[in-house]
C-alpha cells in the first residue's frame, strides 16, 4: 500500500498525464506543455514507478489509458481542479486585504444609508478603503457607473437595461410648511400648500422634472409658484423653517427635519424608490462583491423599508 507520507507525486506529473491523456500521445502532450517529449515521457514513467502501475498502453496509434489508468486521471483532475480551487480563494483572501470600492450616490443616500453599511464593512475588510462620490442628481450616478469612475451606485428605480439593480427602500415625497402654517392634519391641500412661495430644485435636477410632471398629472403648474430654486436639500430646509416658503422633497433628503417644520402627506402620494445599481455584465473584483452583500442586509431607520 503506497505511503502518502512518502510519496514524491508532483503536479507536473499529474498535468503530463492529463494532458497525455488528452492528446492521445506524448509528442502532441509535450507541444501543448511546452515541454520536450523526453521530459514527458519521463514525467509519466516516474508516475507509473511511483505508483507501481501501468497508466498507459503505448502502440503505433499512440498512448491510451490503461483501466487502471482511467481511474488515477480521474483522481489526477479533482485533485488539480481543488488546487485551482484553492488558489483562487487564496487569492479572492488577498484582494480583500487592500484596495478601494468607489460608490456614487446621492446625497441623502450618503447620508442616512451609507454610514452603516461603511461600519459594518470595515468589520468584515478593514484593509479595504470606501471612496464615495456624492452627487445631486441620480442621473450623473448613472453616468458615473457607465463611464467607469464608480463600483456601486445609489439611484432612482427603475433605470435602463444597461444596470443590474435592486430595490434599498421607497422614500415617500413629503410637503414641508413653514412653522407658521396653521394645518389641522398630516395630510394638506393644495391650497394649503401654494399658499406660500415655492422653493424647488433647479429645472435641469431630475427631481424638478418628478416633480413638476407629478403636479402636472394633478392638474397643477408650477411655474408662477417658484420663488427661489435650490439644490442643496439643507439649505431649503433652512429657508422653509425661516419662513421663506414651503417645498416638497422626499423624506429621506428633508431629514433631520426642524421640528418647527410642518412635514405632511401630499393630497396625491409619490414616492422614489432609491436602489443599488452595478453596471451590467461588468467582472466585479471580490471586495464590490462583498461591499453588495453588506448592503443587502442594511436598513436605515429614517424612512420605511420596502418589504
Known sequence: MLELSNSQIKLSQLRALLAVAEYGNFSEAALRLDLSQSAVSHAIASLEDELGILLFSRGRQGASPTPVGEQVIGYAEKILQLLEEMVAAAKSEKSLQSGSVRVACIRSAATHILPSAIAQFRRRSPGIAIDILEHFDHLDVEKALREGQADVGFTHLPTSAEFETWEIL??????????????????????????????????????FTTLRN??????????????????????????????????????????????????????????????????ANTLLTPAVFTFLDVLRGVKSPAVKFAS
Do not use: K
Open 170 to 207: 421607497r422614500d415617500e415625497y413629503v410637503a414641508l410648511l413653514p412653522p407658521s402654517a396653521n394645518l389641522r392634519q398630516n395630510q394638506c391641500t393644495w391650497e394649503e400648500l401654494f399658499a406660500y412661495p415655492l422653493i424647488v430644485p433647479s429645472t435641469n435636477n431630475a427631481c
Open 214 to 279: 407629478h403636479l402636472l398629472s394633478a392638474s397643477i403648474r408650477i411655474d408662477n409658484q417658484v420663488a427661489y430654486q435650490v439644490n442643496e436639500d439643507s439649505t431649503v430646509v433652512s429657508m422653509v423653517l425661516q419662513g421663506l416658503g414651503a417645498t416638497i422633497m422626499p423624506r429621506l433628503a428633508a431629514e433631520p427635519i426642524p421640528s418647527a417644520v410642518h412635514a405632511c402627506s401630499l393630497p396625491v402620494p409619490l414616492e422614489r424608490i432609491i436602489g443599488v445599481a452595478v453596471l
